[in-house]
């Protein structure tokens, strides 16, 4: 399974994510807005939009900060594993 989150490190909802990440032992690849171009092109390819913080589970996007969506795709992703 793969965890990426598209972040600005000075958002809320974004440090909110991060915490709730590692608190739940979740592995994930950090892409920071503020310092990657690239990482912006992804967010917008991905998007359509600049929301944050958004989380790319194997390609499945949830954009904002909600655990029980968060959740129910991590379990899709460990079923398809």
């Known amino acids: ?9 000075e958002n809320s909802w974004c440090q909110q994510l991060r915490v709730w990440l590692k608190k739940k032992r ?3 690849e950090v892409l920071d ?6 990482a912006r092109d992804e967010l917008l390819n991905k998007s359509n939009q600049m929301a944050i913080p ?12 909600l655990p029980d ?3 129910a795709a991590v ?5 398809r594993s």
Do not use: V
Not at 1 to 9: L, N, V
């Open 1 to 9: 399974m793969d965890i990426k989150i598209y972040i600005a490190p």
């Open 26 to 28: 979740y592995s994930f």
């Open 33 to 38: 807005l503020d310092e990657s171009e690239m």
């Open 54 to 65: 958004l989380t790319d589970i194997d390609g499945e996007i949830i954009i904002g900060f």
């Open 69 to 71: 969506k968060i959740e």
């Open 75 to 79: 379990a899709r992703a460990k079923q």
